[in-house]
């Protein structure tokens, strides 16, 4: 008679890093929000570090409005914040800032001239 196989249990299998494990650990190292005034209200910018990789993604795109409903947590802030409709040079802006207080690389590196 064959032997039984033990069922497999994913939480059992060891791995080498456990985000849920060290989720809170992670999150002390986790820096302030980036505040930016816009039409009188101040808008807090989750700092760089917790930026989903959608975020992310939509920056990179030039999807500002994306970007923040995933950045700005509260929903009147990130409301003002898309409702100010920012020119390019004031989004640049604010996202150097984050950048800069993320310790993050605002733009990809250009390339040289030819």
């Known amino acids: 008679m064959p032997e039984e196989m033990e069922p497999f249990h994913p939480d059992e299998e060891p791995v080498d890093l456990d985000l849920k494990a ?3 650990q992670l999150r002390e190292a986790v820096g302030k929000p980036t505040t930016v005034r816009i039409d009188g209200m101040v808008i807090h910018i989750s700092h760089a570090a917790e930026w989903p990789s959608s975020a992310m993604q939509a920056a ?3 999807h500002w409005n994306e970007w923040a409903v995933g ?3 509260d929903p009147a802030e ?3 914040f898309t409702d100010a409709d920012l020119p390019n040079y004031q989004l640049e802006a604010v996202f150097d800032a984050c950048a800069r207080k993320g310790n993050i690389s605002a ?3 250009r390339r040289s001239p030819r």
């Open 22 to 24: 060290v989720d809170a």
């Open 60 to 62: 990179a795109r030039g």
């Open 71 to 73: 950045v700005i947590h």
């Open 78 to 80: 990130c409301q003002a």
């Open 107 to 109: 733009r990809k590196s």
